[in-house]
């Protein structure tokens, strides 16, 4: 597949890497019309650090809104990265600071993001899952955080 055609899905998709998988998901809400609200569970395995897979768990909005894809998610989310395999980086070491995975959470601009930090003097990498729009609170991201160590076997 030619690089131009990647790179223009991945301005659409909105998020560097696609690699979600679902794990699972649990209803927290009945509807009486449309689905469930729910609680899902979905698999990242990280692009660039191979060995790591990040558990991202978040609210999705059920109803007829939601079942129909026009509602917006609540800012309510967890993540949990672990080593699944001996960790090591692909290519030429990581930057500072860099969006892994993305997700839209509205039909519209809202996004669920995951950010990669590299801790060089504890060599650690910190994942950091975040939501692009804030509202009600006071312009401070809701956000989660995690970490695995670069050495981790």
């Known amino acids: 597949m030619p690089g131009w055609i990647v790179a223009i899905g991945l301005l659409v998709l909105g998020g560097p890497a696609l690699a979600q998988t679902r794990i699972g998901e649990v209803d927290t809400t009945f509807r009486l019309m449309g689905r469930n609200d729910r609680v899902v569970v979905d698999r990242y395995d990280d692009p660039r650090v191979e060995g790591v897979s ?10 007829v809104a939601g079942s129909l894809g026009l509602a917006t998610d609540p800012n309510r989310f967890s993540i949990a990265c672990r080593a699944t395999g001996p960790v090591s980086v692909r290519g030429s070491g990581l930057p500072k600071n860099e969006v892994v995975f993305g997700e839209k959470m509205s039909p519209f601009f809202k996004e669920v993001r995951v950010s990669r930090l590299f801790d060089a003097d504890k060599r650690v990498i910190v994942y950091l899952v975040w939501s692009t729009i804030s509202l009600g609170t006071g312009g401070a991201a809701f956000n989660s955080v995690t970490a695995v160590p670069l050495d981790a076997r």
């Open 54 to 63: 990040c558990y991202v768990s978040r609210a999705e909005t059920g109803g």
